[in-house]
């Protein structure tokens, strides 16, 4: 008997059930529908190689709908990656397993991304085709040429995030951007009527997109479309027509077949009627054979490509630049730098003094690629050596996000993850609200992103409160692995950079200023002072009877409330904290030599939330206590008592 | 000489460009553009009455591209509204002035809602159209009768939040909803082919909506697209073509029109361009008078609506929800649902006791209307009392909002501020992420709306850590005005959901388990013991040597600790902390009386930040300090150490 697409398909079908009921929990309806076209694409579309997950030239596949993960599982252990086991298919959902819940790309070689929150997928999606397509420019369709593919669901393009991602790359003529959209009618609360009427076709085409609807269950329909869908020169989206819970007697093409195991009946109604008759986990060896085949199809195409990458000129440069080694040059650059900033003396805005860095840093890292959610002025982001991508320019290095934070940061996420890229970008910190699910999916992928974030507090004035981050740095500091940065001045932000762009397992946030900061680093040092996250910046003379702790704009009021109080024979100590996760990874030993046993005065234009880990529960605070409002900064600072005179007051108080 | 529609809008120019000149800051582009069409607008159709800017069924205009905030100020200002002077337009962006960077709802009687964060406005006017429909159902044409109108630009349109407000609107077949997009091509970066090719109409009827495009600088193509747009059974958007900073000599139609003050000599050319010779801030009294008179236009309507208000039926019944008075059965109500819960017993998730507590307060409050973001049977947000609103039926008060966290959080803000409504909704606590730029907005403002928002913790399980909160309870507290409450059980989840409604400045956050969990409270107290935000829950006998602190689903935790830890002969108190933002709000002499003065243990399945201001530095925590992870909540708890086990070694360490 020969093996058909559809009985490979049914071994996905099976898996799949078999993983949920064990697990008592997950979604299936995904699977039963979409294993016809997925099996299409895995069988004759798609470039990969199960024996080496991270050749990059392969074509990248994205499960946006993340919730069906047992799709992409199965996918993965029949067509021979060795990440994914029988017992982990068992295992699903299960610690230790290499089947989470959700598809997750840290523990699971072959997943491209993690996914799982809505719509994710496919805005990261469009940040790895727009890296093939840069580094295709850079390095030559020898080395890189290869595809994006994403499945997505009806609840990933109801997300506000989609139309971002579907805008951006719409814009960008994304060609090699295939999207399967499981156009299954059905989302968890029932019917997609019930809240949604969109022409899916008709958004996709109004952002410059080509579309064909697909029969998701006939073969050939899918066979045709992926083939013409490979040939077009803008990026296509396929409406996939499939029935969810394909199979299931009663429940099928519901509301109900979306998740949760559908319980024995359903399960052997399902077996019947796809006519498979194995038990649980159980899949015939013909079929297995089937699958092992098409997981070898593109070995020889990447043998090919091995030997392009031996003999290719750009070998060194291209492995530099897929590994994320960075140049050796950069601390000597940053020490020149840091040298002709303090000799300067000036009175600037760190965002000014991020850009300044930034011209330095993308000299020397080709890989950095920058942005800006339409703020490019006012981020600072844009440098002399990276010229806008344009869908002529993919040689460019600079990204006109337009005025999608959520989008540009899923996007960053994209880059990093197909490697090749360090992209930063731009915005107003106050909009990490709108960035925060792709930030959030940053750090737990542990991507290497920098979020410039300018305008970090009531310091940006006029604007008000709308604009106005007050809570934005303890929420995002109360992120797991993030450093959050928050530099005083010029040195400390070439300094904050540099370590930034080092930090590679998670995303940094640079939080800057709209106004400008006085130098507190008036003497050269080569150390990089910001690496331990905070230190004494300002000694007193004999002991200290205070020390006031103070970041960014903020540590310009500390020092001159440290000399007032000298004035008043009060000794106080001051201590520059530009990142309070690299100091909370210090030593004990060190963050007590910086913290002292004197009592603590912390200043902050935010909220105090956070730093009573730092001050103590009796320590003194100057900072935000509501939010702001409009007018001249130097009205709100006043205004809002943030001052030398209340933070020599807090102290006074202590030593009272 | 007759004043034109030109003459009226050229009067708007002026104030907003002298206002911008002389707050040197500012966005004068979209009020140079759009000046004309919002004349015909606010001169000929919309409904309202200076003199009562809380006329309930006036209609509502919100500027979405809340940068171009003079615009509104300049009209309010000279169609008689008393709370914009003359000196307010003068003293634009400045502390204390009426008229901040961007419009304010609460500093500004006349501004409908606060805008700027683009795409919120027009977010918040979907809110405001579905309460209108849906409170005209409930007390019929007479009293409730009127148009939404919103001023977006092509910021508002790239965000994200943009497609779920109009995905959802057309869905809803919202047909008194009308947009004028102000389509002058042009964002900050530059032009907007800089970044996006979206054909806005085509993309609009994809979702229901009907377009026309309109000469924005053509008096009557204006005034016919609007009169036609009214008598559409749909949505509608006008694309309204016009030139950003109409009549600037080198700079109109350019990316540098956008913003900034544009100068004395560009300010002479558009004085010259559009003939205005008078001084700044000056009108002449003619085109003052004509404003004036079309500010009185809709005084015989308001005279006529307050007739029939007084003369309805339902006037009582209107002023209360109006007035957001909430029936005074209410506390009974929880005590007899209190009373039930303790006399049960049982073990349920808090998000189930929640489904139940609204079960007594949908039938007792009819502002209340519900929903979720398609995760109603997880949310436990729909009761019998709440039918689903649908474009038929709008006396429903349960909304399928789909797939759109950020849309739904928005378009609550928007119904809380049309008044008559007290909106709750659900989601995952991890997609609060995806609203938080709405979450904040009302905060902000001050709405009156409950976020309902289950799957609290690693406690959800199986689904991974792309959908375990871990930061997430610590970044809402981060949030000014804002309530975070945490119940417990049952007996919480009732008191908390009482506060939460009566908290009528600001939203409230629930925070669910998704797992079961055992009653705190096993005997039964009418006084709402949660209302302070922390209480002794379990008491020790004799001098407590530790003090336990816990919340939600952790509460079981420290009481089994309390129990592990009597069996050795340490005496510990527990105190549950359900809301710590109310406990923070109590007098000194309270929380003292609560903390105790022994060392203390916090156990919370999220991270210790800000926790430290509850249990000092020195205090134990335990909790998670990384994402999470898949696999039954059980094994979670233990892999990541949140047990009795930990709490009560926590205690020991310290009393040793």
Redesign the interface.
């Known amino acids: 008997m020969a093996v058909t697409n559809r009985d490979m398909a049914n071994a996905v079908r099976a898996l799949s059930m078999d993983a949920v009921e064990a697990?008592k929990?997950?979604h299936v309806g995904l699977p039963l529908g979409m294993a016809d076209a997925a099996t299409v694409l895995f069988r004759k579309f798609l470039k990969f190689d199960p024996a080496d997950p991270n050749w990059a030239d392969r074509d990248r596949f994205v499960l946006s709908a993340?919730h069906g993960s047992m799709l992409i599982y199965s996918l993965l252990h029949l067509t021979g990656y060795k990440s994914v086991s029988r017992d982990d298919i068992r295992n699903f959902?299960?610690?230790?397993a290499k089947t989470?819940?959700?598809p997750?790309n840290f523990v699971t070689p072959g997943v491209e991304t993690?996914?799982?929150?809505?719509g994710q997928g496919i805005a990261t999606a469009v940040g790895m085709a727009m890296a093939e397509r840069h580094l295709n420019a850079r390095f030559g369709d020898d080395l890189v040429d290869h595809h994006t593919y994403v499945i997505a669901g009806?609840?990933c393009l109801?997300?506000?995030?989609?139309?971002?991602a579907i805008?951006?790359a719409?814009?960008l003529k994304l060609n090699k951007l295939i999207v399967l959209f499981d156009d299954n009618s059905v989302?968890?609360?029932?019917g997609?009527d019930?809240?949604?009427?969109?022409?899916?076709c008709?958004?996709f085409?109004?952002?410059?997109w080509i579309t064909k609807k697909v029969d998701g269950h006939d073969e050939k329909s899918v066979e045709a479309a992926l083939t013409w869908a490979k040939k077009q020169k803008k990026p296509v989206m396929l409406a996939v027509k499939t029935i969810i819970g394909y199979g299931a007697p009663k429940i099928a093409g519901t509301g109900k077949a979306h998740g949760g195991p559908y319980g024995a009946e359903e399960i052997a109604g399902i077996r019947e009627n796809i006519g498979w008759k194995y038990p649980p986990f159980e899949v015939p060896a013909a079929i297995e054979k089937a699958w092992a085949k098409a997981g070898e199809r593109s070995k020889k195409e990447h043998e090919a490509w091995n030997k392009r990458l031996a003999g290719s000129e750009h070998k060194g440069e291209f492995n530099a630049a897929m590994t994320g080694r960075l140049p050796k040059n950069i601390a000597k650059a940053i020490i020149k730098h840091k040298k002709a900033v303090v000799a300067g003396g000036e009175k600037k805005a760190t965002r000014q003094w991020s850009g300044a860095a930034l011209e330095v840093l993308t000299h020397l890292v080709p890989e950095m690629i920058g942005g800006?959610a339409?703020?490019?002025?006012?981020n600072n982001t844009k440098t002399s050596h990276t010229d806008?991508i344009t869908p002529k320019n993919w040689a460019g290095r600079y990204v006109?996000?337009?005025?999608?934070?959520?989008?540009m940061a899923a996007a960053m996420n994209g880059m990093a993850l197909h490697g090749g890229i360090l992209p930063y970008s731009g915005t107003f910190l106050?909009?990490a609200?709108?960035s925060?699910?792709a930030i959030?999916?940053g750090?737990?992928m542990g991507t290497r992103v920098v979020h410039v974030m300018t305008h970090d507090s009531i310091g940006l004035?006029?604007?008000?409160?709308?604009?106005q981050p007050?809570?934005h740095v303890?929420?995002l500091?109360?992120?797991?692995?993030m450093l959050v940065f928050r530099p005083a001045d010029g040195v400390e932000t070439a300094e904050c950079w540099e370590l930034a762009i080092a930090n590679e397992t998670g995303p940094s946030v640079m939080a800057l200023t709209r106004q400008g900061v006085a130098p507190a680093r008036t003497t050269h040092t080569d150390d990089n002072l910001s690496a331990k996250g905070a230190y004494v910046l300002s000694d007193c003379k004999g002991k200290a009877q205070a020390t006031i702790l103070a970041t960014g704009s903020e540590v310009e009021i500390a020092l001159a409330a440290q000399e007032m109080l000298a004035e008043d024979g009060i000794a106080a100590r001051v201590v520059s904290c530009p990142c309070l996760e690299l100091f909370e990874q210090q030593h004990g030993n060190y963050r007590k030599s910086v913290l002292g046993s004197a009592p603590r005065v912390a200043v902050e234009a935010g909220?105090?939330?956070?730093w009573?880990?730092?001050i103590?529960?009796d320590g003194g605070f100057v900072g935000?206590?509501?939010?702001g409002?409009?007018?001249?900064y130097t009205?709100?600072y006043k205004?809002f008592g943030i001052t030398v005179q209340a933070v020599a007051a807090e102290v006074k108080k202590r030593i009272a």
Chains 1, 2 share one sequence.
């Open positions: 697990a929990s997950g993340g959902r299960q610690l230790g989470p819940g959700h997750e993690t996914t799982g929150p809505l009806d609840g109801m997300e506000g995030i989609s139309q971002e805008t951006l719409g814009h989302t968890i609360d029932g997609t019930l809240s949604d009427n969109t022409d899916q008709a958004r085409e109004a952002s410059g800006s339409d703020l490019t002025g006012s806008p006109h996000y337009g005025v999608r934070e959520h989008g106050v909009f609200d709108y925060r699910g959030r999916l750090a737990l004035g006029e604007d008000g409160p709308t604009h007050v809570e303890a929420s500091r109360a992120m797991p692995n909220v105090r939330f956070g009573d880990r730092w103590g529960e935000m206590s509501s939010f409002a409009s007018a001249p009205d709100l205004k």
